[in-house]
């Protein structure tokens, strides 16, 4: 009679209702569970960034921001490339101009300016 008692109030519980008593078990298992849902999350995240990145980085794509695009690797390699075509010319330049003001200068004027700059640095 006892155990038609117990399921009589049981089955006036709600369905969905959560059971009130735990086991140790249980929550154990419960939050091994919600830590490895945790963990595999932080993993797929890990993944689908360095997957993104690796596309960028091979220029397979451009990351869209508010003015723009992020250049992809290739793109700052051009920039970089086309930065020291601008400065070899810069220096081609100014090395020419030394060249002839050299070849210019006699030679008792080097002496004297090689003369003033080791006063200099004394």
């Known amino acids: 009679d006892q155990d038609r ?15 009130r008593v735990t086991s140790p078990a249980a929550e154990e298992g419960r939050e091994a569970a919600a830590e490895k849902v945790s963990i595999d ?7 689908l960034t360095s997957l993104d990145a690796t596309n960028v980085l091979a220029g397979e794509s451009n990351v869209p921001t508010g003015s723009g695009s992020i250049p992809t690797a290739e793109e700052e ?20 101009k030394y060249q002839q003001f050299a070849s210019d200068l006699s030679l008792e004027k080097k002496i004297e300016l090689i003369s003033d700059l080791v006063k200099y640095q004394d």
């Open 77 to 96: 390699i051009q920039a970089m490339i086309d930065s020291l075509d601008k400065s070899n010319e810069t220096v081609a330049k100014y090395l020419y």
């Open 41 to 47: 999350s932080e993993e797929i995240a890990r993944v």
């Open 5 to 19: 008692a117990t399921i009589d109030k049981s089955s006036t519980l709600p369905h969905d209702s959560a059971p």
